[in-house]
């Protein structure tokens, strides 16, 4: 091997030594960045189950405790998450909670549950009913409210998890009644 090619070879060997490095710093970068979020998230999800392990012990969850007269949406939201806020980042701070308490201190007026719309619209007929049926008449008896068909198709299955309704399978059609 002459000297030449020795030289050559060992300025490759720099060049892609000097690649790499760059690739692994940033993919260093983007994994820091990653975790970042995560541990966000993370302390978001812990936020949310604290608080749903709090209105476990009501018998029907969609009864939530009434709010008292003089104090609003936003301050109980505050003071349910006081404890834990401090461990989240700002980025996170503003996040899903905060926007519900927000949307809830607009004072909208309470809706019933679609989950409990559905169940009801299937307590008025004896056949078995397709998602989207159901659907159509929600849209068609409260137009105000838009849910997506897989939502509706969610909220079916959750319904049926918790043996409200059960789920009929004909062919490749999905049926749903009520659980009588």
Known sequence: MTSQSAATLRSRYVEQAASDLEE???RQQELTERITALKQEESLLADILNLAEQYEGFADASRLPEQLQDEPVVAKAKKATAGTTTRRSTAAGSTAADTSAKAGA????R???LGD???DMLGTSD???LAKELRDELLEKFPD???TPQVVRNTLESLVA???IQRHKQQRSVMYTLVK
């Open 24 to 26: 692994n710093r940033r």
């Open 106 to 109: 607009k004072g909208k007026s």
């Open 111 to 113: 809706q019933p549950l």
């Open 117 to 119: 719309l559905l169940a």
């Open 127 to 129: 056949e078995p009913r």
């Open 145 to 147: 409210r838009n849910p």
């Open 162 to 164: 918790k043996g409200r």
